[in-house]
DNA sequence: TTTAGTCCCTGTAGTGACTACAGGGTCAAG
DNA sequence: CTTGACCCTGTAGTCACTACAGGGACTAAA
């Protein structure tokens, strides 16, 4: 059994913000950990896998609502793998659109960039492509 | 000179949210329009042109402040294309990040659904991932 | 002329996912 | 015994919107 941690060496130990900790607590996300006698929080290695679990997803860009549901489907002991599949690929296929966007993006903004004097001058590609009418 | 038109025809005519219009006029980036008698807000194509340059701007991932500036030196007719690379430059650096950032997670995504069996198993690589330590 | 429907106005609250802060109590080191 | 670092709470702020409630105005049909 780990001795149990405060909730900033929980912060500590695996990178979250103190405070974020507290958001997922009350959001559920987290559970409500024993408290010591003068009421700190008291977690041990589950909680801290818990909340790695939701750092990663986090990571991978699942939304809060994503790992509610995965969590809740482990904490029934439920996990089936087409189900947690179905979300993967639907999550999958929007980062995939994301990237798609942005690399629209960052074509037409680099584009404008080369086309830039970089001098001190009152004529400016971006502006005008900005401004461009229709 | 272009008739009057309204918030909804503008909203309608530029593919913005009609309450979009009001959020942009209160936080400084559209400016006040007149008014008709009733109280209705009257736009004119300089006020279209210039929805339409922050709009384009938000697609192209500018912030809120980003275009601010950019519309503050347009208006003080003091653009520079110096300072306008500047700024475009660094946008275009984040987006490459975030592209890069998505497809790390895109990769990890893939994998893990590739390695799916998509069965109604108990036994999930997703979850197994995301709850691996270290 | 009435009525129904659509528009416009305002202020305010909600969204997601945190992050920061104020105002207090606790604890360990020197 | 005091200093500083930690912990607690509730609340407010962030970004960029979006939605809603409660009211007034205008248009077209019955």
């Known amino acids: 059994m780990m001795k149990a941690i405060t909730r900033g ?17 009350k959001i559920g996300l987290m559970p409500e950990p024993p408290r010591s006698v003068r009421g700190y929080r008291q977690y041990d290695e589950n909680h801290e896998r818990r909340l790695l679990f939701v750092l ?51 074509s037409t903004l680099s584009a404008t960039v080369r086309s830039c004097s970089g001098q001190d001058v009152p004529e400016c590609p971006l502006i005008d492509r900005l401004f461009d009418i229709k």
Chains 1, 2 share one sequence.
């Open 9 to 25: 060496q929980l912060a500590k130990r695996s990178g979250c913000n103190i405070e974020t900790i507290r958001y997922y607590e």
């Open 56 to 106: 990663r997803g986090r990571e991978l860009g699942f939304t809060i609502a994503d790992l509610t549901s995965l969590l809740d489907l482990v904490d029934r002991r439920a996990v089936s793998c087409g189900e947690v599949e179905k979300l993967a690929r639907s999550h999958l296929r929007s980062v995939q659109e994301k990237i798609s966007d942005l690399k629209r993006m960052e």
